[in-house]
């Protein structure tokens, strides 16, 4: 893949940063510390700390990078907005979906949109806000995509607000482009059950798993073409092993003497 070299010089970017930046958290955890040691449990802080900006500074770019090499796309933009207009008949269809689905209807993305498409213009029209699009892509056949990207276990309890900002991103595109086709999914950069299958049993209920959810190979297939999930995990293992006398180097700064 002819950017690979770019992919790999934003993983290097954005690891010598958080080298840089990164300060250890000052919970003191003295059985944890005597028994592993403290630059262990630097590098286990570190580990979750970088989790928490990976979507953001790392797996965006990519994902804009691969979508933009990818002839099947025509626009890929990071942290898109999607508007602030929502018709008031739409958000009451809107809480009709998600009240359905608390009582146990089967979620079915395809009819949802027609349900909002519906009423995307009808009745009042409200202001709303709403989070950014992680990632929005738009092909050569004009269907959008927008991606809201997590982490590898999202929160449970948070499913609802996940389904209801898919859908309102859906209501306020169509608000503008009322005969757009659009898809709006959760994005999940890599299975950390792997070998074995995603536990899509947790997001049963609320998504609708083969048109609301990418996981792994399926997100980065999808965007950059087939093969792109190898080649990323590829990228970030030479970068591993390029960098590892940097990384050996910062960690042993928190042994202690």
Not at 116 to 121: A, F, T
Not at 152 to 170: H, I, V
């Amino acid at each position: 893949m002819e950017n690979s070299e770019f992919i790999k010089e934003v993983i290097r970017k954005n690891l010598r940063n958080k080298f840089k930046n990164y300060k250890p958290k000052s919970n003191e955890m003295p059985f944890h510390v005597r028994l592993l040691g403290t630059d262990r449990m630097a590098l286990y802080s570190f580990i979750q700390s970088l989790n928490t900006t990976f979507g953001a500074s790392l797996f965006e770019p990519v994902a804009v990078t691969l979508a933009n090499a990818n002839k099947k796309f025509k626009m890929a933009e990071c942290q898109h907005v999607v508007g602030d207009s929502i018709s008031e008949m739409a958000q009451r269809e809107i809480q009709e979906i998600m009240n359905d689905l608390s009582i146990g209807v089967d979620p079915k993305k395809k009819l949802e949109i027609e349900r909002i498409r519906k009423y995307c213009n009808r009745g009042l029209t409200k202001k709303t806000k709403t989070v950014k699009v992680d990632l929005y892509l738009e092909s050569v056949e004009n269907e959008i995509y927008l991606f809201d990207l997590k982490t590898a276990k999202p929160n449970k309890s948070n499913f609802k607000d996940f389904k209801r900002t898919l859908l309102e991103w859906t209501a306020i595109e169509l608000f503008n482009k009322p005969e757009a086709n659009i898809h709006s999914y959760i994005a999940i950069p890599y299975n950390p059950y792997e070998p074995e299958p995603y536990q899509f049993w947790t997001l049963k209920g609320m998504l609708d798993i083969e048109e609301e959810l990418l996981v792994a190979e399926r997100f980065w297939d999808f965007i950059g073409g087939e093969g792109s999930y190898e080649i990323l995990l590829d990228c970030f293992e030479k970068v591993g092993i390029e960098l590892r006398p940097e990384i050996d180097e910062y960690f042993s700064k928190f042994n202690k003497k």
